[in-house]
């Protein structure tokens, strides 16, 4: 019951521990607080993905909004990230709140918040959120009313955001010659929100879909979580190459992040979809706009905007810098190095569905399979080559020994792995 803090991309915690329904609660009250704060009157969009009682915390959610006056717009089930992005806008919205810990353990649950343009509140209104959330166990400084009433008085309503997006999703993407293309498709859903909806989208054609993963089962067999990297993505890259399919699309717990996998059930890594995505949208589509990406992202995407001429901006970790850059600079592509990609036209927030649609519509444009469209960026930039390691240093006396050293470090003649270091780059962390 102590400080509920934002990261990246909201809060997250772990349920029935620090995420309860009275914290839940809290923090719906301190966003209430800042859109009343800012004269945000709504109405707002509340959603949530498929998780552990997913559902009743977003109800939870809606009863302190509808108590303090705000409209509330809510989805009558579990529903993707970006869908409820694009409802702030097709309703008119002045903000969102999406109950989801996007591809986080099945252990934890979220709280996502967005803007007025759909995409994530930046670091200051965040911490404004943070500063006007009621101290733990001040019951009196929070406002409900339930559900029921709500809905009766017309304060909260359900509402099918399906209509509208995929309509706007027929304006920035052609489908039909996907759907008689022929392909065989392999879609990982990862147990999330983004069942049915490619299958929605690309069926009724030559081309045919094969889903896996696509129920409801919140403690995420096959994988340690819903990330679309290895070895989560293994199960259905499998089933892929099984099957012999062209390829293998990808969608995260709440269907914003895009992951993939070759003809051959090999992954993509993020880093090359995001070259692949900007190379299909300067080359193929013949767009110009700037490219924004997080510091962590792949250097493919300064050569392309070095060969293409457009500006390329690195931002800190997180869609809460991307978003703002995106809308500042009418971006034509933003993404991370989760996976997550935005696209002008859309919302300034990631999309898996429209990300996996633009990488099947390079391949029908070019008739060529994932492995050749990696070799085209190839030819175009260079070979690039990508590995992580992710070590936690918990023990304090270690980790501060560390950063101690690297807040020493002098890249002067300094080498890593034989290569001369180049650069320090200290915007977000080093």
């Keep these: ?24 609660r809290r923090a719906t009250q301190g966003y209430a607080n800042y859109l009343a704060a800012n004269n945000l009157p709504g109405p707002v969009v509340v959603g949530h993905d498929r998780r ?13 909004l509808a108590a303090n006056g705000f409209k509330v717009l809510l989805t009558p089930g579990a529903t993707p990230t970006p869908v409820i992005s694009y409802s702030v806008k097709a309703y008119q919205a002045s903000a969102a709140l999406n109950i989801t810990a996007s591809h986080n353990p099945p252990e934890d649950c979220g709280f996502k918040v967005r803007d007025a343009n759909g995409g994530a509140i930046g670091p200051a209104g965040l911490k404004q959120i943070e500063e006007l ?34 309509e706007h999703l027929s304006h920035l993407i ?16 990862m147990w999330g929100n983004g069942a049915g909806w490619l299958t929605e989208i690309l069926g009724g054609g030559k081309t045919e879909i094969f889903e896996v993963h696509a129920e409801r089962n919140p403690i995420f067999p096959n994988m340690l979580r819903p990330e679309p990297i290895p070895p989560n993505v293994d199960a259905g890259l499998a089933v892929g190459k099984r099957l012999h399919a062209d390829c293998v699309c990808i969608l995260d717990g709440d269907a914003d992040r895009c992951g993939f996998g070759d003809e051959a059930g090999n992954f993509v890594d993020q880093l ?17 706009g700037a490219i924004v990406k997080t510091l962590s992202t792949t250097s493919m995407l300064d050569k392309l905007g070095e060969i293409y001429g457009v500006p390329v901006i690195n931002t800190g970790v997180g869609f809460k810098y991307i978003a703002p850059a995106m809308i500042e600079n009418d971006a034509m592509v933003g993404g991370e190095e989760s ?6 036209g859309h919302v300034p927030e990631r999309d898996g569905i429209l990300s996996n649609l633009f990488l099947l519509d390079f391949m ?6 994932p492995t050749e469209l990696l070799k085209l960026l190839f030819d175009k930039v260079g070979a690039h080559f990508y590995d992580r390691i992710d070590v936690r240093l918990t023990d304090m006396v270690v980790r501060n020994e560390a950063k101690a050293r690297l807040d020493q470090i002098n890249v002067e003649g300094l080498t890593l792995g034989g290569h001369q270091v180049t650069g320090l780059n200290t915007m977000d962390g080093l």
């Design 339 to 344: 996976g997550g990609y935005a696209f002008r």
């Design 1 to 24: 019951m102590g400080d509920i803090k934002f990261g990246t991309d909201g809060w997250r915690g772990r349920i029935g521990d620090d995420y309860t329904f009275a914290n839940l």
């Design 133 to 166: 959330i009621p101290d733990a166990g001040d019951t009196r400084a929070i406002l409900t009313m339930s559900l029921a009433d709500a809905l009766k008085s017309g304060a909260v309503r359900y509402f099918d955001p399906k209509p509208a997006y995929l």
């Design 52 to 64: 552990f009682q997913a559902e009743h915390f977003a109800a939870a959610a809606a009863e302190v």
């Design 364 to 369: 029908v444009r070019t008739g060529k399979k």
């Design 174 to 189: 052609d489908v039909t010659p996907i759907k008689e293309a022929g392909l065989k498709i392999v879609v990982d859903n």
């Design 272 to 288: 090359r979809v995001f070259g692949m995505v900007a190379y299909y949208l300067l080359e193929v589509r013949g767009e110009r």
